[in-house]
């Protein structure tokens, strides 16, 4: 059955899917791009990064798998039965059909960036991007690993397409966007809209159960990220995504760039490793990013300096000195 639960997520790894192509039985069991974690087969607990996943693919052809498979937007886990086989493929090579990377759940849901304005003419009005119900939770060329990701892959980036995933909470789907930085469009950033990051702007979570009807599988991944990143990027970390049974694609981490432009959104921010640690909101332009200035203006009514207040101490000597003066004045006067 495909019964969802809502119990506690006792599952803390697993492997994410980040592509489901057409017809595969992937697709057929339902599993849902971005939003899907598979974390058990046949009753073993994936949590660790092995072969094991893929063993039991590969013992079970046209046999069905029993998958335990927890949704980030829903918040539960559900079972799928799935029959893994290659007779869906022209080169007989996937047996799923599926891309899959091994992650942390908890850190892999963390990295959304929530449009909030979209500026008319802009590259991403063009791009299709709706303000306030869009929501940037991957990109095809790089598995995001930082809070500052988004912006450094943009700003390394201009002129270049970039591909990314995107959620929309209205139509509660995924579809693929392609941006263009490009500074000079004519108005504010290099993508001409605002994004926040945080703690109020994550994916809002659906109590009903999903549907897959409408969800589109991701066009394709890219062999190397190299063809989409170029050399610009220094790779200092490498996060495999396994197709089962075909090749590997693998993503650098950006958040290492050393190009001294490059804007740092939230360079003063840790970044989170719980949602429970997250900064404030950031609303802000892409790429010409600010976190908010606090003001350092005075109270209303007053101007200038605040004066600091004195200790005990000092309080009593003024008294003392005051004192001595106001006895000099008397003795003047008199």
């Known amino acids: 059955g495909n019964a969802a639960s809502a119990s506690s997520m006792p599952y803390t790894h697993g492997f994410h899917v980040v592509k489901v192509k057409p017809n595969s039985p992937g697709q057929m069991a339902g599993l849902v791009p971005y939003f899907d974690y598979i974390v058990a087969a046949n009753d073993l607990t994936l949590n660790q990064q092995n072969n094991a996943f893929v063993q039991i693919l590969q013992d079970n052809i046209d046999k069905p798998v029993k998958c335990i498979v ?38 892999a849901t963390e990295y959304v960036w929530h449009i909030m304005e979209v500026f008319p003419d802009s590259p991403a009005s063009k791009a299709g991007l709706k303000q306030y119900t869009d ?17 450094n892959l943009v700003s390394s980036n201009m002129g270049r397409s970039l591909d990314f995933f995107v959620y929309n909470s209205e139509s509660d789907d995924i579809r693929m966007v392609t941006l263009t930085p490009n500074k000079n469009w004519g108005g504010q950033g290099s993508l001409g809209c605002n994004v926040a990051y945080g703690l109020l702007h994550k994916i809002p979570t659906k109590e009903n ?25 220094p790779a200092k970390e490498v996060t495999n995504v396994v197709d089962i049974g075909s090749t590997v694609v693998q993503s650098a ?44 203006l005075p109270p209303s009514g007053s101007h200038g300096n605040v004066a600091q207040p004195m200790d005990l101490e000092s309080l009593k000597k ?13 003795m003047q006067m008199n």
Not at 135 to 151: A, I, K, M, N, R
Not at 216 to 229: C, D, F, I, R
């Open 253 to 296: 981490n950006v958040s290492d760039t050393t190009t001294e432009h490059l804007p740092k959104p939230i360079a003063t921010q840790t970044a989170p490793t719980k949602a429970t640690t997250l900064p404030s909101t950031y609303a802000m332009s892409v790429p010409n990013t600010q976190a908010p200035v606090t003001s350092t």
């Open 135 to 151: 929501y940037v939770v991957g990109s095809t060329s790089l598995v995001f690993q930082s809070s500052e990701d988004f912006f």
């Open 318 to 330: 003024k008294q003392e000195q005051l004192q001595q003066q106001l006895q000099k004045l008397r």
């Open 209 to 233: 159960e999903h549907t897959t009807i409408d969800i589109p599988a991701p066009e394709s991944l890219p062999q190397a990220v190299t063809n989409v990143l170029q050399p610009t990027i």
């Open 70 to 107: 927890y949704n980030s937007k829903t918040e539960k886990t559900r079972e799928v039965n799935i029959v893994p086989n290659s007779a869906w493929d022209p080169n007989k090579k996937e047996l799923l059909g599926v891309s899959i990377r091994f992650c942390n759940i908890r850190s």
